[in-house]
């Protein structure tokens, strides 16, 4: 009898050892990874452009070889064609004095503008520039990229990035730009290249590279060096065109003297 009662405590107690075992590692593999940390990318000027100090830089867009600039401030906002080769302005039409200009992108031939706070959209004809309104907005329009021919992008100075429809700029999805989780708030200008969103954040010298899917920062990219020490009183970096014939970025600010075309 002794022997069973033995046997059975050894029984129960190899048990209780692989249930706690067996519980510890559970745990262990449930248990949160180490946040994604961004990799810090650096910028390499491989030429420049002239820029005209006077444009007070809301978005940039290259398409089938022509520079599009849109421009900020009540009674200076512009839509202006450039060309990509020296910087030189081809043609400028005025918004009217009552609009903030911000962010543009090109879809279907046509080029979407937003403003500030009047929660209009305006659309351009490639062919022939003639500001016409094409929908509104819920929200300060601030950045906007288009991600297919169906679909844009839009930020409103948040961490919030919404999805719309590009027949009625209804809201389709919206995700939280973070960084481990945190939100990254103040996002401006928007590109759209190689499955990334690519935004510049007021007041940074930084360049965020954007998970569409998940929101997530997978890349800082550094753009300080691009701020030269002579420089003085700076505006703020603003604006980021993808040149998919250079494979490269150009980016400027606001009233910088320069637009620098860039690796990464």
């Given at each position: 009898m002794l022997k069973k009662y033995r046997l059975l405590l050894a029984c129960l107690i190899m048990t209780l050892s692989v249930t706690l075992f067996s519980c510890s590692g559970t745990s262990d593999s449930n248990s949160n990874p180490d946040p994604m940390i961004p990799e810090t990318l650096q910028v390499t000027v491989i030429g420049t452009l002239p820029h005209d100090t006077s444009a007070y830089t809301q978005g940039l867009e290259i398409h089938d070889g022509i520079l599009w600039e849109s421009t900020g401030l009540y009674g200076y906002s512009t839509l202006r064609k450039l060309n990509p080769s020296n910087g030189s302005i081809l043609e400028t039409y005025p918004l009217p004095d009552t609009l903030f200009g911000e962010g543009i992108t090109i879809v279907n031939d046509k080029i979407y503008q937003l403003t500030w706070q009047s929660g209009l959209v305006l659309e351009w004809d490639l062919q022939n520039p003639?500001?016409?309104?094409?929908?509104?907005?819920?929200?300060?329009g601030w950045g906007i990229c288009?991600?297919?021919?169906?679909?844009?992008?839009?930020?409103n100075g948040t961490a919030t990035l919404s999805f719309r429809d590009i027949t009625t700029f209804d809201t389709l999805q919206t995700i939280s730009v973070n960084i481990d989780g945190g939100p990254v708030n103040q996002l401006n200008e928007l590109e759209y290249a190689g499955g990334y969103i690519y935004a510049n954040k007021y007041y940074s010298n930084y360049i965020y590279r954007i998970d569409p899917a998940t929101g997530n920062v997978t890349a800082l990219i550094d753009a300080s060096s691009l701020l030269g020490s002579n420089w003085?009183?700076?505006?703020?970096?603003n604006g980021i065109a993808w040149d998919p014939e250079r494979e490269a970025f150009l980016l400027t600010?606001?009233?910088?003297?320069?637009?620098?075309?860039?690796?990464?």
């Open positions: 003639v500001l016409q309104v094409s929908d509104t907005i819920e929200t300060n288009s991600v297919s021919s169906s679909t844009v992008v839009t930020s003085i009183n700076p505006g703020v970096l600010g606001k009233n910088w003297p320069t637009i620098f075309i860039v690796t990464l």
